[in-house]
Each structure stands twice: as structure tokens, then as C-alpha cells.
């Protein structure tokens, strides 16, 4: 495993960013819990606007962090790389995605006690409103939600956190640490999707921070994930 961590972030600069914009995270997150609290479903212009928000407060605070530290958009990991070496890479991510999340559910099924049917069925009407969404918006939307969530979660969040669990580049162990922290906030901010897609994204989260440090880049997992985005978009408009 790559374990690079950029050496131009320091611990304190890179708890900081980790703490502020995951603040803000965790502010979006419930405001939009307490906004959708009386509604069985989100509809497909709460899902509009809520990516558009949520996307651009999120960005627009990593870009505030980057700006008032004087640190370089490069070190969120995006690096120039053969299209095809991304593309592979990024595919077999995507496959590595899918089994982790097919494992996740079937635990999750076994330790809740309930029929994998019922909990399935509870994700598809907690997404019902992305069956309702435009044709026109289902590519757009996947491919920018793929986007800025690898931005923030492996780009900004692996590459912060592991600066600051340890001043060494290659500490394994914090590039682990980072991983499954890293996981947890992505985890989070899909909590509108049913404790199920919890457990899925969790799973998933780990897969493409494995991928974002064994590749030292974070292009694969943006490919990885629009595509997962755009299946399961194109899967809901189809039920």
C-alpha cells in the first residue's frame, strides 16, 4: 500500500482543516435531517437542491481552507495519470465497491435480524425521489456528486487526516486511521438513505480510500463512483 501523506501539510494546519469542514459536514447533515424529517421521501427537487448546497458549501469550504493556509490544490491527491490506467483502475474499483457493498448488507441483514428484502426495500423508498428526477439531470448529477464527495472525503478528508495522525508520509497505520475516519463522515452524509445505504456507504468509503492511497491518486475513484451513481439512478428510474 501507498501510504504517502503530503508533506507540506502540517499536523496542526491538517487537524484544523479536518475540523472545520467536517463541522460543516456535520451541520448540513442535520439541517437536512431536520428539513426532510416529516417527509416519507425526498422528492426530486429536494434532491436537486440539496446536492447543489450541500456540494457547493462543502467545496467552497475546502476552498477556504486551501486558501487561507496557502496550500496548493494538489495536495488532494489529483494527479496527472495514463486515461486508461484511470479508467482500469477506476473499474475494478467499482467492482471492489459492489462486493463491498453486497457484504455490508448481508451482515447488516444478519445483525438487525431482518430479511434482506425488508431492508432493501426500505433504501428504495427512502430514494424514491431519484426516480422522479429529469432525464436531462440523472449524468450531470452523478458524475458532480462523484466529483466534489471523492474531492472532500479521499482527496481532502484521507489526505488531512492522515497528516495528522502522524508527521511520517509513510506511516501505514495512519493512513489506515485516515481510511476508516474518512469512511465514517462519508458514511454520515447518506444517512437520508436508510440505515442500510449507511452500512453500504461505509463499506464503499473504504474501498475508495483503499484505492485513493494504494494509487496515490484520486481520479479513479471519482470514475469508480460517478459510475456507481449513474447505474443506481438509472436502476431507480427503472422500478
Same mark, same amino acid.
Given at each position: 500500500?501507498?501510504?504517502?501523506?503530503?508533506?507540506?501539510t502540517?499536523?496542526?494546519?491538517?487537524?484544523?482543516?479536518?475540523?472545520?469542514?467536517?463541522?460543516?459536514?456535520l451541520?448540513?447533515?442535520?439541517?437536512?435531517?431536520?428539513?426532510?424529517?416529516?417527509?416519507?421521501?425526498?422528492?426530486?427537487?429536494?434532491?436537486?437542491?440539496?446536492?447543489?448546497?450541500?456540494?457547493?458549501?462543502?467545496?467552497?469550504?475546502?476552498?477556504?481552507m486551501?486558501?487561507?493556509?496557502?496550500?496548493?490544490?494538489?495536495?488532494?491527491?489529483?494527479?496527472?495519470?495514463?486515461?486508461?490506467?484511470?479508467?482500469?483502475?477506476?473499474?475494478?474499483?467499482?467492482?471492489?465497491?459492489?462486493?463491498?457493498?453486497g457484504v455490508?448488507?448481508?451482515?447488516?441483514?444478519?445483525v438487525?435480524?431482518?430479511?434482506?428484502?425488508?431492508?432493501? %426495500?426500505?433504501?428504495?423508498?427512502?430514494?424514491?425521489?431519484? *426516480?422522479?428526477?429529469?432525464? /436531462?439531470? #440523472? &449524468?450531470?448529477? @452523478? !458524475? $458532480?456528486?462523484?466529483m466534489?464527495?471523492?474531492?472532500?472525503?479521499?482527496?481532502?478528508?484521507?489526505?488531512?487526516?492522515? %497528516?495528522?495522525?502522524?508527521?511520517?508520509?509513510?506511516?501505514? *497505520?495512519?493512513?489506515?486511521? /485516515?481510511? #476508516? &475516519?474518512?469512511? @465514517? !463522515? $462519508?458514511?454520515?452524509?447518506?444517512?437520508?438513505?436508510?440505515?442500510?445505504?449507511?452500512?453500504?456507504?461505509f463499506?464503499?468509503?473504504?474501498?475508495?480510500?483503499?484505492?485513493?492511497?494504494?494509487?496515490?491518486?484520486?481520479?479513479?475513484? #471519482?470514475v469508480?463512483?460517478?459510475?456507481?451513481?449513474?447505474?443506481?439512478?438509472?436502476?431507480?428510474?427503472?422500478?
Amino acid at each position: 500500500m501507498s501510504t504517502t501523506a503530503p508533506a507540506s501539510t502540517s499536523r496542526a494546519k491538517a487537524a484544523l482543516q479536518v475540523l472545520v469542514v467536517a463541522a460543516i459536514l456535520l451541520a448540513l447533515i442535520t439541517l437536512g435531517q431536520a428539513a426532510g424529517r416529516d417527509a416519507r421521501a425526498l422528492s426530486s427537487r429536494d434532491i436537486a437542491q440539496g446536492v447543489a448546497l450541500g456540494g457547493g458549501v462543502l467545496l467552497g469550504s475546502v476552498a477556504v481552507m486551501l486558501a487561507v493556509l496557502r496550500e496548493p490544490w494538489s495536495t488532494l491527491g489529483f494527479r496527472r495519470e495514463a486515461p486508461s490506467a484511470v479508467l482500469t483502475s477506476g473499474l475494478l474499483g467499482l467492482v471492489a465497491c459492489y462486493l463491498a457493498a453486497g457484504v455490508g448488507a448481508a451482515v447488516y441483514a444478519l445483525v438487525a435480524g431482518l430479511a434482506p428484502e425488508r431492508l432493501a %426495500a426500505e433504501k428504495t423508498a427512502a430514494l424514491g425521489g431519484f *426516480s422522479e428526477l429529469p432525464p /436531462a439531470l #440523472v &449524468l450531470p448529477l @452523478a !458524475l $458532480f456528486t462523484g466529483m466534489y464527495e471523492e474531492l472532500v472525503f479521499r482527496g481532502f478528508f484521507v489526505s488531512r487526516l492522515r %497528516a495528522a495522525l502522524s508527521p511520517r508520509p509513510h506511516d501505514r *497505520s495512519a493512513a489506515i486511521g /485516515a481510511i #476508516v &475516519l474518512s469512511s @465514517a !463522515l $462519508f458514511a454520515a452524509g447518506h444517512f437520508y438513505q436508510s440505515m442500510l445505504g449507511v452500512v453500504q456507504t461505509f463499506a464503499i468509503g473504504l474501498v475508495l480510500g483503499t484505492l485513493a492511497v494504494r494509487r496515490n491518486n484520486v481520479w479513479p475513484c #471519482v470514475v469508480a463512483h460517478s459510475i456507481i451513481n449513474l447505474i443506481g439512478m438509472i436502476a431507480l428510474r427503472s422500478i
